[in-house]
Nanobody, 115 residues
């Protein structure tokens, strides 16, 4: 399975970015999926998740600012990030929403929010 995340970049605080994830080699539609962020010097943490049926959940700080979505036909997952803050800076990864049964991590896509 390959996870291709893209769409990151440099943005000023208060700006927006849209991330995309293409999942190759898996029956995407059956998996609960998530976006994770690894900030500088930090552990990777879940930011937003979407179930196979489309139910979503967010960490508190992302609630109201981020929107996760998926397109099963295209095997794509998305993360729209608005009102970005410097603390949103990090490398964003997509993977299964699971603590112990994830796919191999892809390269991720880097997001830098300047103050």
């Amino acid at each position: 399975v390959q996870l291709q995340a893209f769409g990151g970049g440099l943005v000023q605080a208060g700006g927006s970015l849209g991330l995309s994830c293409h999942v190759i080699g898996a029956n995407f539609r059956i998996y609960n999926m998530a976006w994770y962020r690894q900030g500088p010097g930090e552990q990777r943490v879940l930011v937003a998740a979407i179930s196979s049926g489309g139910s979503t959940r967010y960490v508190d700080d992302a609630e109201g600012r981020f929107t996760i979505s998926r397109d099963n036909a295209r095997r794509m997952m998305y993360l729209q990030m608005n009102s970005l803050k410097p603390e949103d800076t990090g490398v964003y990864y997509c993977n299964r929403d699971s603590d112990s049964n994830r796919f191999s991590w892809g390269k991720g896509t880097e997001v830098t929010v300047s103050s």
